[in-house]
């Protein structure tokens, strides 16, 4: 059983900067297609990034192009999701997701593990 903690979420002005962790356990990612999902409230979940289990270029969503970024560290089982500029829109709970397989999609289905959530709140 895989599981999955995110950490380094919070309250930050427009245009700062978050890095939330995902540490995960009971496997190593190698076999894991891993991403980040985030849902705002009264809204559907959406995809943020993912990245292949065998990795290769990740996926990002356009909302966040250029702005946030995906990756991992092996050696600490460990994803990444580093967050710049941040607006007011990207208020929300972000999870940590991973899913058996190579290839990754930014859609909220078949994904077989998720975190409990990070909560990430942009406001002046």
């Known amino acids: 059983q895989l599981q999955l903690v995110e950490s380094g979420g919070g309250l930050v002005q427009p245009g700062a900067s978050l890095r939330l962790s995902c540490v995960v356990s009971?496997?190593?990612?190698?076999?894991?297609?891993m991403g980040w999902f985030r849902q705002a409230p009264g809204k559907d979940r959406e995809g943020v990034a993912c990245?292949?289990?065998?990795?290769?270029?990740?996926r990002h969503a356009d909302s966040v192009k250029g702005r946030f970024r995906i990756s991992r560290d092996r050696a600490k089982n460990t994803v990444y999701l580093q967050m710049d500029d941040l607006q007011p829109e990207d208020t929300a709970d972000y999870y940590c997701?991973?899913?058996?397989?190579?290839?990754?999609?930014?859609?909220?289905?078949?994904?077989?593990?998720w975190g409990q959530g990070t909560q990430v709140t942009v406001s002046s």
């Open positions: 997701v991973a899913r058996r397989g190579t290839s990754c999609h930014l859609v909220p289905i078949g994904w077989d593990y």
């Open positions: 990245m292949a289990s065998s990795g290769g270029a990740p």
């Open positions: 009971g496997s190593t990612l190698d076999s894991y297609a």
